[in-house]
């Protein structure tokens, strides 16, 4: 078994009154190591933990401890650490890990901490398929209590499973609060709409959620190879594709001459940047694309930036009046610029709808005043009529 740690700065949130024993719980779950789907929810929401009970060979998952009725000292200091061991289902010993970091620091009972060491492990291709047993044993310095916590975890043998068209395009929406690897693998080989327009423009959208899913899961990249010799027409392209985009064509077999052609094609197309100055609403498709497939707050906060775009609100009505000439290309291209506000506008609002957790990292944003001026006033706009819509709904 194979072990990372991933530390962060701890968050709190509010819950259960103090007085009682020490006490945690143990989170075994896909969503991300950065935590930011916990600490980048304001206080107010409700954080979602999206837990896990089966893992495929080679795939990393996270345990997560969190910690509550931890005492503290005089000025507010609290301090935990915590041992982790897993069993084989023999009950023999896989791994185990002594004073791991729970918290060291400030510290506000009775609000839950999530541990700053996040254990990131994988199963080795010698580990039999079974279920494993994961014990923590958690230690409060403070008030010197002791606390020992089990869960269990299955591994499994991959498999491909079937999706209906309408679980494949599910999956996109819930994927950032409930990932699943398997299933993106499974929903792009399945995938019935085409990857790239008539343009050979590759849909971002799409081509982008998936190729961020494939970089964080290398444990995928063998079951799509595999699927690459046996795929149709259809699914070769799709994989060139995405292997174009990650530079890892060189993985697969010797193409013959028809799929070379499509490689050398998709090899000089131009990959947009998602972080640089939003101009595009490529960019825009990109970065969603990015929240989805990882549910990470960075791509939102880059995409709240193009809200400064309302500055060029009013140009396409002055075009279609004809009080602006289209044909020169200073209008031109605020006229593009406004569409892009526009859609940014759009975007936000509709999937904000679609993503339980968009709607936290707005407030977030807003709150933490990063952006300029023009796009706060939008942004803050933007999420009252959005609360006031949530109240006028039954």
Known sequence: MKFRFVHALALFLVIAASGEPFDFMIAPTRQDASLDWWYAVPEGFTPQINLVSSVAKGEYFNIIPFFKNYGTTSNGQAHITYDIEVLRPDGSTDESLQRCDGHKGAASPPNLLAARAVVRLCFDPEDPFGEYTINITAYDHVSSQTNRQSVTIEQKEFEIET?????????????????????????????????LDEDREPLWSAIWFFKTIFENNEFLMPHLLNAFSDGTPKQQKDIILLLTLMNRTDELPVLPSQLKAVEQIMKGGRTPDPYSEITTGTQLDMLWAEYFATGRIQPIRQLTTSLSLIKHRGTLDQIKSGDLDREKPEVLRAGMLEAVFQSALWSLRSNCEQSPLLFPYCVNILDSEELDGPAQRVLAMLLQSITEKQKETP
């Open 163 to 195: 999706l209906s068209e309408e679980e494949s395009e599910e999956l996109f929406f819930r994927y950032a609060t409930a990932p699943d690897p398997s299933l993106a693998l499974a929903a792009f080989l399945q995938t019935e709409h085409a990857f």
